[in-house]
């Protein structure tokens, strides 16, 4: 193994274990983060995903955690997702979100990295394999 990747290894796990600490622990980065989703059934999908991760300690606590699902019709790219986010923030935080510190993870898309994983985003496919391998 290469020196630089013995550096990008420890500093990997040095992230891993600054993640850790975290999971389960109160909040203190963001108020409030948000996933966008591509429709509605996969908002539920990714609401439930949040659910059981929240229950199983693996978030961050004192954060509130928001999935904002595109308008119907055509695509709206990130641009008009991130526009819609604001609305949506405005929605269910009223005036407050503006003095939030805000995540934006746009997460909504139709895309299939890996069959077993189709109603899901790319963004969970990750957390799923690091949890496979023991990572997180």
Not at 36 to 43: K, L, N, P, S
């Amino acid at each position: 193994m290469g020196e630089r990747s013995a550096a990008r290894r420890e500093d990997t796990g040095l992230r891993l274990a600054r993640f850790a600490a975290l999971r389960g622990a109160a909040g203190g980065f963001w108020d409030v983060v948000v996933l966008t989703a591509a429709d509605a059934a996969q908002a539920g999908a990714f609401r439930e995903q949040l659910a059981e991760k929240l229950r199983r300690g693996e978030l961050p606590r004192g954060v509130r955690y928001l999935v904002c699902a595109d308008p119907p019709g055509p695509r709206i790219g990130n641009g008009g997702s991130t526009l819609h986010v604001l609305r949506c923030l405005e929605e269910q935080c009223g005036d407050q979100w503006t003095s939030f510190t805000v995540l934006l993870i746009h997460s909504g898309k139709f895309s299939f990295p890996q069959a077993g994983f189709w109603t899901q985003s790319q963004i969970y496919f990750g957390t799923w394999y690091m949890t496979k391998l023991g990572g997180f």
